[in-house]
């Protein structure tokens, strides 16, 4: 149960009143794994899509969107850790309700935020000493490369989701020389027609494996006469461990 004390306060300033916790109900995937590898034991509980470490041996408490909260409640964490755009505030209050602290880390726009707010959940949240991979993946990502390229990055089909501004993956790619066509636009996941995502002056189209699977078969029928590079989407939109090897990766 929460421990009580003096507060820190999460990305969106609410008040957590938790000071090393040892039992965390992780609800987002990227989280998950930043906070197992850096220390081991501490997650008591994940979502059906934690999918990372891969051999991570807890319970599941459903997805991301919608958590079974009653399983989350009858694991007895410490801390449950959620997310502002991946988690429903319903879920975060109901949560809060019933007596269990909550810390919702922010969308990150760009990949320094994104770092910036997995340290403070590592260190102020959880009182770790910052791990060396946190150290390695900013170092790594602290430069940008000249453009080379202007893409389209879809995220999803059926209907055509991509990516828009102010986001992760769009930055990710962007330091590393790759430029986004919709990074103007007002949505940050814009729902554009096929027909318009053809006429885009790119000459490139990136297809990550997930949220949706895009395949040799499945995507890159779509755009006639564009070039297209299959990546791992895990590299291209988690904010964790990951981004030390999709520095290379994603080169």
Not at 172 to 191: D, I, Q, S
Not at 206 to 218: A, C, N, R, S, W
């Amino acid at each position: 149960m929460p421990v009580s004390g003096s507060p820190t306060f999460d990305d969106l300033g609410e008040p957590v009143p938790v000071t090393s916790p040892a039992r965390v109900v992780s609800l987002v995937p990227s989280l998950t794994e930043a906070i197992e590898v850096s220390a081991p034991g501490m997650v008591a509980g994940a979502t059906d899509y934690c999918t990372h470490p891969q051999d991570l041996d807890v319970p599941r408490v459903g997805g991301s969107k919608y958590p079974d909260v009653e399983a989350v409640l009858d694991l007895q964490p410490d801390l449950v850790v959620a997310n502002a755009e991946e988690n429903r505030p319903q879920d975060v209050e109901r949560l809060r309700a019933n007596g269990v602290a909550v810390w919702v880390t922010s969308a990150a726009a760009n990949v320094p935020d994104g770092l910036g707010s997995v340290r403070r959940l590592l260190t102020q949240g959880l009182g770790l000493t910052e791990p060396q991979w946190l150290v390695e993946a900013e170092n790594l990502w602290s430069h940008t490369v000249p453009v080379h390229s202007m893409a389209i990055i879809p995220v999803w089909r059926r209907p055509w989701v991509v990516i828009g501004r102010d986001t992760f993956a769009g930055d990710v790619l962007l330091r590393l020389g790759v430029a986004n066509v919709y990074a103007e636009h007002e949505e940050r996941y814009p729902r554009p027609k096929l027909d318009e995502l053809q006429a885009q002056d790119a000459d490139l189209v990136v297809l990550p494996d997930e949220p949706y699977l895009f395949t040799d078969t499945d995507g890159p029928e779509a755009f006639p006469g564009k070039s297209y590079k299959l990546v791992n989407g895990r590299h291209l939109t988690w904010c964790g461990p990951s981004l030390v090897d999709a520095h290379t990766s994603l080169r």
